[in-house]
């Protein structure tokens, strides 16, 4: 699979979401987002067999990168991924695995939306806040399956140091950038 701008070899499982290919949305968000910082707690909700954790490990190597996710399997595939990369910067944890006193300098999601609209608004609320002022995280949702909804929630949900943007639009799908303003931030600071 390609990430981080190479062909590398990793494993993926059947019952794990997309072990044929990079999905497409995946795809759109890693062409879509800016550099990840290069240090710092980096976030990746719903990593799946980790094609974003790890492409965030191989970018920022002196960054600390959590790969959240609910099923074990995939947690396993995250850190068999990252050893054969040769990567040490990586935790594959459950939600209840990372101390809540860690912040994100950014978070990128391709968040699970199929575990039902109750259960994504709780995993967004809990984990969204948690951005450090100052940075921003990426989710990607298909247009199809409730983006501009979803954008529509998030504005009127996350606390008001938080701005919501449509960041990019490609094949179906929607990349929303939700920003915290430092506390030095205007409402209209939006494209620092």
């Given at each position: 699979?390609?990430?981080?701008?190479?062909v590398r070899e990793v494993t993926t499982a059947a019952g794990v979401f997309s072990p044929e290919r990079l999905d497409v949305g995946t795809q759109v968000l890693l062409s879509s987002?800016?550099?990840?910082?290069?240090?710092?707690?980096?976030?990746?909700?719903?990593?799946?067999?980790?094609?974003?954790?790890?492409?965030?490990?191989?970018?920022?190597?002196?960054?600390?990168?959590?790969?959240?996710?609910?099923?074990?399997?995939?947690?396993?595939?995250?850190?068999?991924?990252?050893?054969?990369?040769?990567?040490?910067?990586?935790?594959?944890?459950?939600?209840?695995?990372?101390?809540?006193?860690?912040?994100?300098?950014?978070?990128?999601?391709?968040?699970?939306?199929?575990?039902?609209?109750?259960?994504?608004?709780?995993?967004?609320?809990?984990?969204?806040?948690?951005?450090?002022?100052?940075?921003?995280?990426?989710?990607?949702?298909?247009?199809?399956?409730?983006?501009?909804?979803?954008?529509?929630?998030?504005?009127?949900?996350?606390?008001?140091?938080?701005?919501?943007?449509?960041?990019?639009?490609?094949?179906?799908?929607?990349?929303?950038?939700t920003k915290r303003r430092r506390p030095t931030d205007g409402p209209d600071a939006d494209e620092a």
């Amino acid at each position: 699979m390609s990430l981080a701008g190479a062909v590398r070899e990793v494993t993926t499982a059947a019952g794990v979401f997309s072990p044929e290919r990079l999905d497409v949305g995946t795809q759109v968000l890693l062409s879509s987002v800016p550099e990840p910082p290069p240090g710092g707690h980096l976030l990746d909700l719903g990593c799946g067999w980790g094609p974003i954790a790890l492409t965030l490990a191989l970018e920022s190597p002196r960054a600390t990168v959590w790969a959240v996710d609910v099923n074990e399997r995939a947690l396993d595939l995250v850190r068999r991924n990252a050893e054969s990369l040769g990567l040490d910067n990586v935790n594959a944890v459950t939600p209840d695995d990372v101390p809540e006193d860690v912040r994100f300098m950014t978070i990128w999601s391709n968040p699970p939306i199929r575990v039902g609209k109750n259960e994504l608004h709780a995993m967004l609320e809990h984990w969204v806040p948690r951005l450090e002022p100052g940075c921003d995280g990426w989710l990607v949702v298909a247009r199809n399956l409730g983006s501009d909804s979803l954008h529509r929630w998030l504005q009127s949900t996350l606390p008001a140091d938080f701005q919501v943007l449509r960041a990019a639009t490609n094949k179906g799908y929607r990349v929303l950038r939700t920003k915290r303003r430092r506390p030095t931030d205007g409402p209209d600071a939006d494209e620092a």
